[in-house]
């Protein structure tokens, strides 16, 4: 089954300690990109990524790390957590980044930062 | 700036009623523009989308969205309503953003259905 995985789905943490959440996708999609989705706000971009090793900033990228060195995975990493990042995060990828292609999903990660 | 506004938060509808939940965009270029759902505890799904020709989508699940160049409106309907219904939706538009493409999502809107 085509799909975008994360993990974990839930995760309480506390300020500052380090973390990672996990992002892979089976459709051999070049492109990957994380949201982060706070009421009123719709959804953000973080990072996103183009290709293997291709990486660049989204709308909101303080705070997190992104690596890409397998075409199918894509972390999301807080290196110091802090309560601001307590949110509702999504991966999504697609074939390419143009105009016309369709972003999928993951199922999204709930982040509490006590 | 690139922006997509849904100017309701929450609507309440009967089953059976009809919908139409509103998304405005301010985009300068051709805009391609998305209407997503999102299911409690699940992640997003497209609906339908428009990139060119007929102004009226179809997607899936019995929704339709008319674009509207001139009121920069891409309103998502659906004739009756079913319970399963109820989710929050997103619109959004795909828009070029210091050389990069990016996905632009709206505030998004409730949708609960009433028995």
């Known amino acids: 089954e085509a799909q975008v995985t994360q993990n974990p789905r839930y995760l309480i943490t506390v300020t500052g300690k380090k973390l990672t959440v996990t992002c892979s996708q089976n459709?051999?999609?070049?492109?990957m990109s994380w949201y982060r989705q706070d009421p009123g706000l719709g959804l953000r971009q973080i990072y996103y990524s183009m290709n293997v090793e291709v990486t660049d900033k989204g709308d909101v990228p303080e705070g997190y790390k992104v690596s890409r060195k397998e075409k199918r995975n894509f972390p999301l990493i807080l290196e110091s957590p802090s309560p601001n990042q307590t949110s509702l995060y999504f991966c999504a990828s697609s074939f390419g980044g143009g105009w016309q292609e369709t972003q999928y999903f993951g199922p999204g990660t709930r982040l509490l930062v006590l | 700036a690139q922006s997509v506004t849904q100017p309701d938060i929450h609507i309440t509808v009967s089953e059976g009623a009809s919908l139409e939940l509103r998304c405005n965009y301010s985009y300068g270029a051709t805009p391609y523009l998305f209407w997503y759902v999102q299911s409690p505890g699940q992640g997003l799904q497209l609906l339908l989308k428009?990139?060119?020709?007929?102004?009226l989508v179809q997607g899936i699940k019995g929704f339709e969205a008319e674009f509207k160049r001139s009121q920069s409106s891409f309103n998502l309907r659906k004739p009756s309503v079913h319970w399963s219904d109820a989710a929050d939706y997103f619109c959004a538009v795909r828009a070029e953003i210091q050389g990069a493409q990016k996905l632009v999502f709206g505030q998004g809107t409730r949708l609960t259905i009433n028995p």
């Open positions: 459709m051999n999609h070049e492109y």
């Open positions: 428009y990139f060119s020709g007929d102004t």
